[in-house]
């Protein structure tokens, strides 16, 4: 086909109304629980009410319906393309993929990687053309026999569990492999990138995309060396949560003690009987298909089951993260991004519970992404809040995990690593989230290096705890740090002290006072490096303070009471900061022990609808709030800049080749006037 026709054809798909992507936004769903679905029992479930509820997956097989139908032609016609004739080389392979994509190859850049690892592992190449790409193809041409009914998308603002055999599990991994799911359909449902094109191609070669070709190729290795029927019988589920945001913790009024918190040097991976946080990408995969190569990115290399997700879980908003259960590890790794190597297999002896799946469960729970010039906007009420009902959503108990309370979160650098949040606040704000969900923190060694080992972090709670420090007294501290610290610090400046720091500070300080029968002062200096200095000279400043600033003294009458009254009056005393903190924040409800209804109303946000956008409230995931007043306007986070990061390699491929993609019935080139 020529590049005129190209064109053309392009042209004529982007006019059809039922390919503009635009996909239905519905928070009344948030209400609804949709149970898990058996795709394994290659049934839907659920009530024929909910089901009217349901979108389905584009398969590759499938024409442009929902539900979808089979389409005999085009699976006619890819089998034709990638059994009529031996898959030998790169080149072949790569036409071979084009031609039922009517993708014009471009040499210069459009198989870099393939070929990048035939050159690099000549015996390892050899072995898959001959042996394990015959069966990705055998094994993706038996979608319709393994899956034979259709699979809902995990979309915005459901509590839905999808579960699949191994064997469905296997076979939908091909296709991806084979890049033989609809180009659009992603965009469609707002779901990643599927399709393993971008990651086989490469505008530059780059080493850690060729080593996770390695691992995921060992994948197919091993599984075609099992008893395939032995598959069926083992279960993965793939779960979405959504909160409602009225069943949201009241942060500044849960009274609970603090989790424990260990120190762990493995790996995230490697602790068995706990739940293993990664940290990604709001669209689930993050950058899996691109160059990049961190936490997500590889636990998804060394558990290549994982990619299945990216077919139908819709980007997770504000409320939302998943939890995966069931999959299994096949690779040893070392170094991450460009240090990423493939090490070699890993026998994984992690048991089969009685629910047929592997007893790992994975959190999938992505934190917000902040640039330099957003990066103190982690310490406002808005940001805390987000990451706090972010973190609690994947850590609470749910009917599909096997996990209790009581059981260890195996965490890590989340939210720092790639996302340039603040170390000491992303780990205190998960101490807090497993408190409140009833979780332990077990701290494990940071693959990617970057930041030391939080090992002051015991000591530091060991005197939270001695001083009878709780929940809710840890958030108000997260807020009068805000307020004390970080609201007088300029963009290029560090703070004067660390979280932590200050947190001991105003602990230390009153407890201090308390001791020696003294008066706490709101407008004491928290930067004071010797506690001993400001003990000898307060009862010299006292009536110099209450002359000056005509402040109300508060005796402490317990070490609760104490605490409670210092945070609340440093938060009381910013009214002169109004206009600097985030939009929603005002004098009334900056008073934490008075906050909870104003807390649950700042949720609104995320539940914005189109006509809100469209004013300037993009407020989902590193959204852009207006001042009413015009006076200021704050950059509230920005996971979206990231975002653009993933997607421009993504989209410097679309633009560099010229797509044509099925029409609405499905239609595809048959090759008869291929060029």
Not at 251 to 272: A, G, H, P, T, Y
Not at 473 to 478: D, E, G, S
């Amino acid at each position: 086909m020529s590049l005129e026709k190209i064109n053309k054809l392009i042209k004529k798909i982007h006019t059809k109304s039922n390919l503009e992507y635009i996909y239905d936004d519905d928070p009344s769903l948030v209400n609804y629980d949709f149970g898990n679905i058996m795709i394994c029992n290659n049934e839907i479930n659920v009530s024929e009410g909910l089901k009217a509820h349901l979108h389905y997956v584009y398969l590759p097989y499938n024409k442009h319906e929902n539900p979808p139908k089979f389409d005999s032609s085009r699976y006619n016609f890819i089998k034709k393309t990638l059994t009529s004739s031996p898959i030998t080389d790169a080149k072949k392979f790569m036409i071979a993929l084009s031609k039922y994509n009517c993708i014009e190859i471009n040499e210069e850049y459009d198989y870099k990687n393939i070929q990048q690892y035939t050159d690099q592992f000549p015996e390892e190449a050899e072995i898959f053309f001959k042996e394990i790409l015959p069966f990705i193809i055998e094994q993706a041409l038996k979608l319709p026999e393994y899956i034979t009914t259709s699979i809902p998308v995990m979309r915005k603002y459901m509590n839905i569990a999808l579960t699949f055999n191994k064997l469905q599990v296997l076979s939908l991994l091909a296709n991806q492999f084979l890049c033989t799911f609809y180009e659009k359909t992603h965009e469609k449902y707002d779901t990643p990138q599927c399709s393993f094109f971008i990651l086989l191609s490469s505008t530059t070669v780059n080493d850690s995309s060729v080593e996770k070709l390695r691992c995921i190729i060992h994948y197919f290795d091993k599984m075609r060396k099992r008893d395939l029927e032995s598959l069926k019988s083992e279960l993965i589920t793939f779960q979405r949560i959504s909160m409602d945001r009225n069943a949201l913790p009241d942060w500044s009024n849960v009274k609970l003690d603090l989790c424990e918190f260990n120190i762990d040097d493995r790996k995230i991976e490697d602790c068995e009987n706990m739940l293993q946080l990664s940290c990604g990408n709001s669209h689930i995969g993050g950058s899996v298909l691109i160059n990049r190569c961190f936490i997500e990115e590889i636990r998804f290399a060394i558990c290549p089951e994982l990619f299945i997700s990216m077919i139908f879980t819709q980007k997770l908003y504000y409320l939302e993260s998943s939890i995966i259960k069931g999959i299994e590890r096949f690779s040893n790794y070392i170094g991450c991004d460009d240090g990423f190597k493939y090490n070699g297999d890993y026998d994984d002896q992690t048991p089969i519970d009685e629910s047929k799946k592997r007893a790992t469960e994975v959190a999938a729970i992505d934190p917000h992404y902040y640039s330099a010039s957003t990066y103190y906007d982690q310490y406002s009420k808005n940001e805390v809040l987000r990451e706090l009902n972010k973190l609690y959503s994947g850590f609470k108990e749910n009917n599909i995990s096997s996990l209790k309370k009581g059981s260890y979160v195996a965490t890590t650098h989340w939210g720092t690593i790639n996302y340039n949040g603040d170390i000491e606040l992303t780990s205190i704000l998960q101490i807090l989230a497993a408190s409140v969900a009833g979780r332990k923190i077990n701290y494990c060694k940071c693959i990617c290096g970057g930041y030391k080992q939080l090992h002051n972090m015991n000591e530091f709670l060991d005197s939270l705890k001695k001083h009878n420090i709780t929940t809710d007294k840890l958030y108000k501290f997260i807020r009068s740090y805000r307020h004390e610290v970080i609201i007088n610090v300029s963009k290029s400046e560090p703070p004067e002290c660390t979280l932590m720091e200050y947190i001991l500070n105003r602990i230390n300080h009153h407890y201090n006072h308390h001791n020696h029968h003294s008066h706490y002062h709101h407008n004491d200096n928290i930067n004071n490096k010797n506690n001993n200095e400001i003990n000898n000279s307060n009862n010299n400043q006292t009536n110099n303070d209450d002359n000056n600033t005509n402040k109300t003294e508060k005796k402490s009458t317990s070490d609760d009471n104490g605490i409670d009254n210092n945070i609340k009056g440093s938060e009381n005393e910013l009214g002169n900061y109004s206009n600097e903190d985030d939009n929603y924040y005002s004098d009334e409800d900056s008073k934490d022990s008075t906050c909870s209804s104003n807390e649950k109303d700042m949720y609104d946000t995320s539940y914005s609808n189109k006509e809100e956008e469209e004013n300037g409230y993009n407020t989902n995931d590193g959204y852009n709030a207006e001042e009413n007043d015009n006076k200021n306007k704050l950059v509230m986070g920005n996971e979206d800049d990231e975002n653009e990061k993933n997607k421009s390699d993504i989209n410097n491929y679309n633009n560099r080749n010229n797509i044509s993609r099925n029409n609405e019935d499905g239609e595809i080139n048959t090759g008869d006037n291929e060029k």
